[in-house]
Nanobody, 117 residues
Framework: QVQLVESGGGLVQSGGSLRLSCVASGNYLNMKVFYWYRQAQGKEREFVASISNGGITNYAESVKGRFTISRDNAENTVALQMNNLKAEDTAVYYC???????????WGQGTEVTVSS
């Protein structure tokens, strides 16, 4: 079992920044990839960013150049630095971890981000 706890969400004005954190506990050392997803009201959950054990990162086109995912193994933490936020970034942001393609994924409870225009 892996437990993921997100924090750092809140209300911010358009153009502002937020830093989300995801703290992992339990059997997290077996996890190969950590992700951030988001789900806006009335929409499906969508991929935002991912980082592998080797530090390889991927981003959704909509956040490239504005968001940065990072991993601190010593602190068991995966962060998402979000800059130049836009109203369309408003969503609940979720952390996910899994062992790779087609493996079972663990999810956090989410943290809400609201960007006012």
């Amino acid at each position: 079992q892996v437990q993921l706890v997100e924090s750092g969400g809140g209300l911010v004005q358009s153009g502002g920044s937020l830093r989300l954190s995801c703290v992992a506990s339990g059997n997290y050392l077996n996890m190969k990839v950590f992700y951030w997803y988001r789900q806006a009201q009335g929409k499906e959950r969508e991929f935002v960013a991912s980082i592998s054990n080797g530090g390889i990162t991927n981003y959704a086109e909509s956040v490239k150049g504005r968001f940065t995912i990072s991993r601190d193994n010593a602190e068991n933490t995966v962060a998402l630095q979000m800059n130049n936020l836009k109203a369309e970034d408003t969503a609940v942001y979720y952390c996910r971890a899994d062992r790779g393609i087609n493996s079972y994924g663990y999810w956090g409870q989410g943290t809400e981000v609201t960007v006012s225009s």
